[in-house]
């Protein structure tokens, strides 16, 4: 028995030595493991990361750790002061679920694949969670990766130094900060580009412009919307070899598109920004360059006229008018545009307003009806609307000479009817019908056309326009203006208000200038408190509630004359200024700096500048 009892206690005696044994080996290990960590603080050794494809792989970022993310899943994320793991401690979840927060001084936690992106949060190093995570650090950050399609990187936002990650805020040096900086500046040109107009040339080669380069337009798209907005861009025109040759060396763009950009910005109506443009920002906007020289209605080359003998100077006359090397096929592009847009989807269009400034005004009136003709051929059911914009001219009271040799001492009239010859120009069908043989350039004239038309029509024109008054050889902010100018200027205003009775929507200023749709500034024009674009809305609104048998609204003007006589007595005119100086002036100022003596015109300018005042507090 004795014996018995010293084996049994040898044993145990044995046992306390092996354990003892172990726990001082293990005690050995873990002081040598907790030196290369001391170590690693110091010798940083690279960060590597390997993702397989599908996973939205989380970075464990410590001083020394490698972490890799496995498919399908997100990778662990483990973070420490003083012991780097691997960061397998934490909890892992299922797909789908929110990933666990860890904040400890000690060990990280990880988050799971398609998780809300977990964060760890620690006072020596920082990790990076799942999609959209963010690692915050005040030591070392974190860096993140771009997952698969689908999935995004997470941020790694430091005090230090930035490794590479999908985007990156460092207050050091760092790779990430670099590229994102970039990243937003090509995210910057490219929002740029989206609003800028894109040059097409016509797919049919045969239509061009005047030197036969090819003709084109420029489109802006605006996916999924059923609106669309075409602009005829102006330019006046010319009427024989002569004005055509000085127009070619003077202003080849508006004669050739050789030297056309590829991209153009548009602005007032034309813009893409809501703020400039409230009511049509969002719609498809085609902006047509005029190079057609003939107010968009040539329609080909000019027929030969027929030999007859001529002698001397009436010879070298007729051959001067009528021998052109050029092509006059305005409304041949129109129609061609309207052919290439239709892969663009035009056909599916609800509305098209066609509009233009100056002769691409006068553009509009001449083709409103044949564009909608022609959609409705192809199939299309939308409504074709105009709108003119300082095209409304009425015809000069000048006596002059029909040959005029130069487009600046030929009248409107004299110049449209050598015109028509020279450009084999078109005009509406309903119109051509009311006139005889020689007389339909009675038709480029508003006034006379707009009871022809089918097709509604906004017409938008200054009352004191100003090419309507370089007709007449009056020049506001010139030289010298006589009595006899003066009076013209204040009939006309009277006049054009006379010819604008009877259409339907109408914006009419009571200003000296020309155009405006087109201008940035175009909202801050008004009558008695209403803008041109809120105006141009409220048509909009009447349109639509027509064609849906509805009552139109009430209080939404769209027939707007201002009602005071004077040139500029709208306080909202565009200022004018002194062609010399080029200081602004009030109208008054003005007239005496053109040498009008004002008690002679019987004007007195404290009682008118008063009168002025209290139109102008009226609102025009």
């Known amino acids: 028995m004795k014996v018995l009892y010293k084996v049994v206690f040898l044993l145990l005696l044995g046992g306390i030595w092996c354990q003892n044994n172990r726990n001082a080996k293990a005690s050995g290990k873990s002081t040598k493991k907790s030196g290369g960590n001391q170590g690693g603080d110091v010798d940083q050794s690279p960060l590597v990361v390997d993702l397989t494809a599908g996973a939205a792989g989380s970075i464990g970022s410590t001083r020394g750790t490698e972490s ?17 793991s691997s960061g397998t401690s934490g909890t892992s979840g299922s797909s789908g679920t929110s990933g666990s ?18 964060s760890g949060s620690t006072r020596g190093t920082g990790s990076s969670g799942t ?64 609003d800028d107009m894109r040059l097409h040339f016509l797919k049919n080669n045969q239509v061009t412009c005047n030197d036969g380069t090819a003709a084109g337009f420029y489109l802006k798209e605006f996916r999924g919307s059923r609106r669309w907005l075409l602009f005829l861009e102006g330019g006046w025109c010319c009427h024989s070899k002569d004005t055509c040759d000085s127009r070619y060396q003077n202003i080849p763009r508006l004669m050739s598109s050789s030297g056309w950009p590829q991209t153009k910005r548009g602005t007032g109506i034309l813009s893409s920004q809501a703020q400039e443009n409230p009511h ?45 090397e050029y092509t006059f096929m305005g409304s041949l592009i ?57 095209g409304w001219f009425l015809e000069s009271k000048q006596q002059r000479s029909p040959n005029c040799p130069e487009t600046i001492s030929c009248s409107p009239e004299d110049a449209i009817k ?16 009311l006139h005889k043989r020689g007389e339909e350039w ?50 006309l205003g009277r006049e054009l208000k006379i010819s604008l009775r009877d259409v339907t929507a109408v914006f009419a200023p009571s ?12 909202m801050s024009f008004q009558i008695k408190g209403t803008s041109l674009p809120r105006a141009l809305h409220c048509w909009d609104r009447s349109l639509e509630a027509t064609r849906n048998n509805r009552t139109p609204a009430k209080g939404c003007p769209f027939h707007l004359v201002d009602t005071c006589q004077w040139p500029q007595c709208n306080p909202t005119c565009p200022a004018l200024v002194d062609q010399t100086t080029q200081q602004e002036l009030t109208l008054l100022q003005m007239l005496v700096a053109m040498g009008l003596d004002l008690q002679k015109l019987g004007l007195d300018p404290q009682e008118d500048a008063d009168s002025l005042a209290s139109v102008v507090s009226n609102g025009g």
């Open 280 to 324: 049509w920002h969002n719609a498809n906007i085609v902006f047509i360059p005029y190079c057609s020289s003939d107010v968009w209605s040539g329609t080909g080359v000019a027929p030969t006229p027929p030999p007859r003998l001529r002698q001397g100077k009436e010879k070298e006359r007729d051959r001067n008018t009528n021998a052109t």
């Open 131 to 194: 999609s959209g995570s963010t690692g915050s650090t005040r030591g070392t950050g974190s860096s993140g990766t771009s997952g698969s399609s689908g999935t995004s990187g997470s941020t790694g936002s430091t005090r230090g130094t930035g490794r590479s990650g999908s985007s990156g805020s460092t207050k050091g040096a760092g790779g990430t900060a670099e590229a994102g900086r970039e990243g937003a500046a090509g995210a910057r040109a490219a929002e740029q580009q989206t």
């Open 511 to 522: 200003c000296l200038s020309h155009t405006v749709i087109t201008r940035s500034n175009w």
């Open 68 to 84: 890799s993310g496995s498919t399908g899943s997100s990778g662990s994320s483990g973070s420490t002061r003083g012991t780097g």
């Open 418 to 433: 050598i015109g028509l010859r020279l450009w084999n120009g078109v005009v509406p069908d309903r119109c051509r019908q």
């Open 442 to 491: 009675q038709c480029f004239f508003g006034h006379k056309l707009y009871s022809t038309l089918t097709s509604p029509l906004f017409v938008v024109q200054w009352l004191f326009d100003e090419e309507q008054l370089r007709v007449e050889n009056i020049y506001m902010g010139g030289q010298s203006l006589s009595e006899e100018q003066w009076q013209y200027i204040q009939n």
């Open 101 to 118: 927060t860890g904040s400890t001084r000690g060990t990280g936690s990880s988050g799971t694949s398609g998780s809300t992106g977990s």
């Open 334 to 390: 129109i129609r061609e545009v309207v052919k290439d847009l239709v892969p663009k989807g035009i056909k599916q269009a609800k509305v098209v307003m066609l509009s233009g400034t100056s002769a691409g005004g006068t553009g509009v009136l001449l083709n409103i009806e044949r564009v909608a003709s022609q959609l409705e051929q192809l199939g299309a059911e939308a409504q074709v609307r105009g709108l003119v914009d300082s």
